[in-house]
């Protein structure tokens, strides 16, 4: 940052004392103040060409009272900079901004010394008569180091723009982007951009990234056209992959695998991408085996391997012949193709699921405790069950109470299994953030419907929870005979939810509340909709036919 801070600096000094020098030498000397002030000057040169500094300051101090004009203030200020006498030059500019308010000239010089000696903040106060001039770049320039201690992106990005203009320099256009995106103005960050340059470094990934980042994911793809992919960097296959993902372009596992290729150690990311795209179950273990030699206790691929390992070879191979055959590890070519087109067995996802353990709690502070939740939920499905992944629960609670995500997963758990009292106890634990989606459960339990609906619109915004919440909202009110508003929170639950099963159910909940309050016809549109929705939606389906008949 600093080297081209250096850079904007060149130019805006470059620029003032360019524009001091061509307005002195069109200025006619024939008025006899100013013959005497230049020959002020001429002596005052010659001290500081003979070393004599502290006298020719002394001078200059002397010559502000004849100065009439902003070349005369600026020529003194020139001399006093030259001799880092900084103190003196401010006192000048602020006896001749005091003389001339309104000199532009004068602001944009008071400003660049200012930085000069290290107080672009008090810069800040002069810069407002700058913003729209020729020296609006002296103005971004102070901005651009006011913000800087604390953060780049901390400046106006009207101020990157104008730093942009006087040097183009691409990286302060980026900054302007960067700001508006992050204030969630994608189309002036867009529009921020200038003329598109590959040869300049990073452009193409930034602009990548920043057309994905706003879902104008078909725009991605011509700046790649052409360039190679022995060329990419893991970061151009992931902002690739991810717009033909999101624009449902089918070729996006190619691009995935040759990340993997190019690049097999990057990232967890395309081996899991390949995995669950593929519709052979064969291929997706050995993918995620090849994955799992990499990163072998990374949470998603661990998730996804263990969670996929529930056929058993007694499922695989029903009959005697074929289990005989292979305990002898013989194997007929049905069998062969059978055992290489398969899903992990049980055995083998907990063994996986034990590595990564044994992983994670070697160096839990660089580890996603999210495997040791996994660990968890596998004993859970097991045939110990709750008992005993309750106490595996309290266990890494003793051992790791700091961790965020196995107090949340306990909340989880403990709320999942039934045993709200402990959920709350834990909930109430003041080293974590609260959380208004368990306050809301807790206000329910007790009846106090009123705080409930109040902590559960609390979850608003909250992408995790707030349909659940709208849900829980909704149950409520229908409980406190407020059906009207329980509809609206069921459809508004509806249009916040994840998946179309989801919506369905949701859906399915309003048209019920419609049922009973005798609107058939709107209840009946409601459940073809759920339906359309979710063609296995069973209740909805009987919900349906009742009515129908009823006609």
């Not at 081209?4 to 130019?11: D, G």
């Not at 201690?149 to 320099?169: E, H, K, M």
């Not at 690739?240 to 290729?261: C, F, P, R, Y």
């Not at 409980?479 to 929170?489: D, H, T």
Request: glycine residues 4%; proline residues 4%.
């Amino acid at each position: 940052m600093k080297g081209k801070q250096c850079a904007v600096l060149a130019v805006f000094i470059c620029f003032l004392f360019c524009s001091v020098s061509c307005t002195r030498d069109t200025r006619k000397a024939d008025n006899s103040v100013h013959h005497r002030f230049m020959q002020s000057l001429s002596a005052i040169d010659l001290l500081i060409e003979n070393g004599n500094h502290k006298k020719a300051l002394s001078r200059l101090s002397s010559l502000k009272k004849k100065a009439s004009g902003s070349i005369s203030w600026l020529s003194i200020v020139k001399r006093q900079r030259a001799l880092y006498a900084w103190d003196d030059a401010l006192d000048t500019l602020r006896s001749a901004l005091q003389a001339m308010p309104a000199s532009e000239v004068l602001a944009a010089m008071m400003v660049d010394t200012l930085i000069l000696s290290d107080r672009s903040r008090e810069a800040l106060e002069y810069t407002s008569i700058l913003s729209k001039g020729e020296f609006a770049s002296v103005a971004a320039y102070a901005h651009i180091l006011a913000a800087d201690v604390q953060s780049p992106l901390a400046t106006d990005p009207y101020w990157w723009i104008r730093a942009g203009d006087a040097t183009g320099n691409n990286d302060f256009y980026r900054n302007a982007a960067v700001v508006y995106a992050g204030l969630g103005q994608t189309d002036r960050a867009i529009d921020s951009f200038r003329e598109y340059d590959s040869n300049v470094p990073g452009e193409r990934l930034f602009r990548a990234r920043m057309y994905h980042d706003a879902g104008l994911h078909e725009r991605v793809f011509p700046l790649y056209e052409g360039y190679s992919r022995e060329l990419y960097t893991p970061e151009d296959f992931s902002v690739v992959s991810d717009s033909l993902v999101s624009s449902e372009k089918t070729d996006s596992g190619t691009l995935w695998k040759e990340w993997i290729e190019f690049f097999p150690e990057n990232s967890p990311v395309p081996w899991y991408n390949l995995a669950v795209s593929t519709k052979q179950p064969g291929e997706f273990r050995h993918t995620l085996e090849q994955a799992l030699q990499l990163y072998p206790a990374d949470y998603p691929l661990v998730a996804l391997y263990v969670r996929s390992a529930h056929i058993g070879p007694d499922n695989l191979f029903p009959d005697s012949i074929s289990r005989t055959l292979r305990n002898f590890l013989f194997y007929s070519l049905d069998m062969k193709e059978r055992e290489l087109n398969r899903l992990p067995y049980p055995d083998e996802g907990r063994q996986v699921l034990d590595k990564a353990v044994a992983l994670t709690e070697l160096q839990p502070m660089q580890s996603d405790l999210r495997v040791l939740a996994e660990h968890i939920l596998y004993v859970l499905r097991s045939e110990s069950g709750e008992r005993h992944a309750t106490g595996v629960l309290w266990e890494y609670l003793e051992r790791y109470p700091e961790s965020q995500v196995l107090h949340d997963f306990a909340q989880w758990f403990f709320l999942s299994t039934g045993q709200y009292d402990t959920a709350f106890e834990i909930h109430a634990d003041k080293r974590f953030p609260e959380s208004p989606f368990v306050d809301g459960l807790a206000y329910a339990l007790r009846g106090d419907s009123e705080q409930a609906v109040t902590a559960f619109d609390r979850c608003a915004g909250d992408i995790h929870n707030e349909w659940r919440a709208l849900a829980n909202k909704a149950r409520v009110l229908a409980l406190s005979g407020k059906k009207s508003e329980s509809i609206e929170a069921w459809s508004l639950a509806a249009s916040r939810a994840t998946t179309d099963r989801e919506r369905s159910a949701l859906h399915y909940e309003a048209a019920a509340i419609l049922a009973e309050s005798r609107m058939h016809t709107q209840a009946i549109r409601i459940l073809e909709y759920a339906l359309d929705l979710d063609p296995s939606n069973q209740r909805a389906r009987s919900a349906l036919s009742r009515l129908e008949y009823s006609k």
